[in-house]
C-alpha cells in the first residue's frame, strides 16, 4: 500500500478586508446605539445632543456614543434622595406645575412617552426634591446591543476569513 502525502499552505488572509468588515460592524453597532438613544428622549421639548466619535486607529476600532448634557446625565444615572431646591435670587420664589408624570419611567422599554404636566401651578419659598430614579438607558441599551455585536463581529470575520479562503 502506497501512502502519499501533500502539503496544502493555505492562502494569506486578506488583513484589509477583515479590518473593514470589522469597522463596518463596529461603526454599524454605534448607528444602533445612537438610534437607541435617540427613542429614549423622542419626546423631550428640549433634546440633548449626542455624539457619536468613530475611530479606526492601528491599535483599536471603537465608536462611543455619549452627551454631556446634564439634565439627560441625571435622568440616566438618578440623584440622590431628598435634597433641597432654593430659587436662584435671595428671597425669590420657586414655581412649579402641581402635577408632573415624566416622559420616561424606571422599568419598561426605552420609548420616551407623552408625560404630563398640570397648567396649575404651585409656589414655595424652597422645596425638598424626593430625587430622580436612575433609568439607567445606557445599561439597558449595552444589555439589548451586546448580543447583536458579537453576532455582528463573528459575522464579519467569518465574511472576510471566507474570502481569504479560510472558512470557519
Known amino acids: 500500500?502506497?501512502?502519499?502525502?501533500?502539503?496544502?499552505?493555505?492562502k494569506k488572509i486578506k488583513d484589509a478586508a477583515m479590518r473593514a468588515a470589522l469597522v463596518k460592524a463596529v461603526f454599524d453597532t454605534g448607528k444602533e446605539i445612537d438610534?437607541?438613544?435617540?427613542?429614549?428622549?423622542?419626546?423631550?421639548?428640549r433634546k440633548p445632543e449626542f455624539v457619536t466619535e468613530n475611530k479606526d486607529d492601528p491599535a483599536r476600532i471603537s465608536s462611543a456614543v455619549y452627551t454631556t448634557?446634564?439634565?439627560y446625565a441625571w435622568i440616566n444615572n438618578g440623584t440622590k434622595k431628598d435634597y433641597?431646591?432654593?430659587?436662584?435670587?435671595?428671597?425669590g420664589v420657586l414655581a412649579f406645575p402641581s402635577t408632573f408624570k415624566?416622559?420616561?419611567?424606571?422599568?419598561?422599554g426605552l420609548e420616551a412617552m407623552a408625560g404630563y404636566k398640570?397648567?396649575?401651578m404651585r409656589f414655595a419659598a424652597a422645596v425638598i426634591h424626593p430625587g430622580?430614579?436612575?433609568r439607567n438607558f445606557d445599561k439597558r441599551i449595552e444589555k439589548?446591543?451586546?448580543?447583536?455585536?458579537?453576532k455582528r463581529v463573528t459575522a464579519a470575520m467569518r465574511e472576510a476569513a471566507n474570502d481569504s479562503g479560510h472558512a470557519i
Do not use: C, E, H
Open 1 to 10: 500500500m502506497r501512502v502519499t502525502t501533500k502539503i496544502i499552505k493555505p
Open 35 to 45: 438610534d437607541l438613544f435617540a427613542l429614549t428622549y423622542k419626546t423631550f421639548d
Open 69 to 71: 448634557n446634564q439634565i
Open 84 to 91: 433641597p431646591i432654593t430659587p436662584k435670587k435671595p428671597g
Open 102 to 108: 415624566p416622559k420616561s419611567r424606571r422599568r419598561g
Open 118 to 120: 398640570s397648567k396649575k
Open 132 to 134: 430622580i430614579d436612575a
Open 144 to 150: 439589548k446591543v451586546m448580543p447583536n455585536f458579537k
